[in-house]
């Protein structure tokens, strides 16, 4: 379950690579684009420019790159020409990549053009949360460390935590041992150590956590229709603490 230095290296490498997709996202205007070309540009940003493989795509049978949850959506969302980003829309693009065999995740969600406050609102305090849990990782600490202060934080403005969906151990495999709540109780699970790596991704929603899979198969709907937001990032267990592998070009651990 715990990786050598040497592998937590190349999953760094993997890490910062991701990173500089999401870089290359930020610099794009998403409105009137649909999220199919999104896809594609990932698709190739990762394979041409960065000679790496997009790990998502042919993983449980997915053909894309990555995955687009607009608005109500909360994960697992598939990409399609059909879907135009509009004006006031959010979305979350979540991203795997792989290189040299280990594989970085991440997600971030993205605010299109002009947005409503209650939707800024919602994607603050869904950011803020994953780093309340990134900031609780260190070796002795628990999972339920974890979990529990990304929900205090969720409940505290009101929003709910959905319980469905889950971060994960990451390595050579997208899914591995252990499964990261982003609910709990303090002081409860699994107690981490030096070398642990696994993403922490929390789903936070408007309204309630209940939620239902479409008739695709794979897009995760609110159960209510209400607004659900989602950021990722792949985090290793230090000596001392945590290192961010996926962390982006100016991006700082909130407080």
């Given at each position: 379950m715990t990786k050598r230095p040497e592998e937590i290296a190349l999953m760094a490498e993997s890490?910062?690579?991701l990173?500089?997709?999401?870089?290359?996202?930020?610099?794009?205007?998403?409105?009137?684009?649909s999220t199919?070309?999104?896809?594609?540009?990932?698709?190739?940003?990762?394979?041409?420019?960065?000679?790496?493989?997009?790990a998502s795509k042919g993983q449980y049978g997915y053909a894309y790159a990555l995955n687009s949850s607009r608005n109500n959506a909360v994960c697992h969302g598939v990409p399609s020409p059909a879907e135009i980003l509009q004006d006031g829309d959010i979305v979350n693009f979540d991203?795997?990549?792989?290189?040299?065999?280990?594989?970085?995740?991440s997600s971030k969600t993205y605010l299109v053009g002009a947005v409503s406050p209650s939707a800024k609102r919602l994607v603050q305090v869904t950011y803020e949360a994953l780093w309340k849990g990134i900031k609780a990782v260190r070796p002795g600490a628990r999972l339920g460390d974890i979990g529990h202060a990304i929900e205090s934080h969720a409940r505290k403005n009101g929003y709910s935590v959905v319980r469905e969906y889950c971060g994960h151990g990451i390595g050579r495999e997208m899914h591995e041992p252990p499964e990261v709540l982003h609910w709990g109780r303090p002081r409860t699970g699994l107690i981490l150590k030096e070398?642990?790596?696994?993403?922490?991704?929390?789903?936070?929603n408007q309204g309630r956590h209940d939620v239902e899979t479409e008739d695709d198969g794979w897009t995760v709907v609110t159960i209510d229709g209400k607004l659900s937001a989602q950021f990722e990032h792949t985090v290793a267990v230090t000596k001392t603490g945590v290192q961010v592998l996926t962390l982006r070009?100016?991006?700082?651990?909130?407080?």
């Open positions: 890490g910062k690579l990173a500089s997709v999401f870089a290359h996202l930020d610099t794009l205007n998403l409105v009137g684009i199919m070309q999104v896809n594609d540009l990932v698709d190739s940003y990762i394979v041409n420019e960065l000679k790496a493989r997009p991203i795997t990549l792989e290189k040299n065999g280990y594989i970085a995740d070398g642990m790596v696994f993403t922490i991704e929390p789903m936070i070009a100016g991006e700082k651990a909130l407080a």
